[in-house]
C-alpha cells in the first residue's frame, strides 16, 4: 500500500476532512506514517523536518534498478563475502554529513516531472547528491547476505541508497530487502494504530490533539528559576 493510499482510507473515514502526511513511505515498507487532518495539516512541515527511524534488512548479493527488492536483480559475485567487521567499519563511513544520491527511482521532482517517470524511460537517468545527516548507525544482525540496519537520520534521507552505496563500499551488490520506519520524531511504533483498528468513522477521539502533537515535536524551554538555574 502507498502513502497515499492510506491517507485516502482515513481521509474517508474522516468524512473527507482534509489530510496529509508527514514523509512517504515506500510502498515495499512498513512503519509509522503520521497523519494530519483539518488544521493539523498546518503542523506536516514541522513533522516533515524531524528525525527518522529505520529498520532495514540489506541483501549484498545484488544490486537493482530501483535499490529494493522490486526491481530486477543485478547479481554480483561475491567470492569472499565481507565479514562482520568489514560491514561494521563500512556503515562508520555513512555517519554524519553525507553526500547521498537519491535513487533514480523516487518521487523527487526534477523540472515539473517526477524522478520515476524519467527513470523509467532513461535507463542511465541519475539524480545529483546532496547533503543528507545520518544521526546514528549500527549493524543488529548480520548473515550474509543479509546485513540488519537501525539507523536514525534526519529529512531527505533515503534508505535505498544507504543500501545501495554500502554494498558499492563493500565490493558487493546492495538492495533494500525489508524496510521498517520505526519513529517520526516522537511518533513511535508503540504509538501507532494499524488501519484495520481504526473506527469505519474517526472522529476527534481518535486523534491527537493539534496542541499536544506540537509540544511532542518541540517541547517548551525550561524555565529559569529566579535564583539561578539548578
Known amino acids: 500500500m502507498s502513502s497515499a493510499r492510506a491517507g485516502e482510507i482515513v481521509r474517508r473515514r474522516a468524512q473527507f476532512a482534509k489530510t496529509g502526511h508527514a514523509g512517504t513511505l515506500d510502498p515495499l515498507a512498513t512503519g509509522v506514517l503520521v497523519l494530519g487532518l483539518g488544521r493539523g495539516t498546518k503542523a506536516v512541515p514541522d513533522l516533515m523536518a524531524t528525525e527518522k527511524e529505520y529498520d532495514t534488512e540489506v541483501d549484498l548479493s545484488a544490486f537493482t534498478r530501483g535499490d529494493d527488492r522490486e526491481g530486477e536483480r543485478r547479481e554480483v559475485e561475491v567470492a ?131 496542541a499536544e502533537a506540537r509540544a511532542l515535536v518541540s517541547p517548551p524551554a525550561p524555565v529559569a528559576s529566579p535564583d539561578g538555574p539548578r
Open 80 to 210: 569472499d563475502p565481507p565479514t562482520r567487521e568489514a560491514v561494521e567499519a563500512a556503515l562508520r563511513r555513512f555517519e554524519g554529513e553525507i553526500d547521498q544520491r537519491p535513487p533514480a527511482f523516487s518521487a523527487m521532482v526534477v523540472e515539473g516531472r517526477r524522478a520515476y517517470r524519467i527513470a523509467r524511460k532513461d535507463d542511465t537517468f541519475e539524480l545529483p547528491a546532496r547533503k543528507v545527516v545520518v544521526h546514528e548507525i549500527r549493524l543488529l544482525d548480520y548473515a550474509w547476505p543479509i546485513a540488519r540496519i537501525a539507523l536514525r537520520c534526519g529529512k531527505g534521507f533515503y534508505v535505498r541508497s544507504l543500501a545501495r552505496d554500502l554494498g558499492t563500499a563493500l565490493g558487493t551488490g546492495g538492495h533494500v530487502a525489508s524496510l521498517r520506519r520505526t519513529a517520526v520524531g516522537p511518533f513511535t511504533l508503540a504509538m501507532a494504530r494499524r488501519l484495520a483498528e481504526l473506527p469505519d468513522i474517526i472522529d476527534a477521539s481518535c486523534l491527537i490533539p493539534l
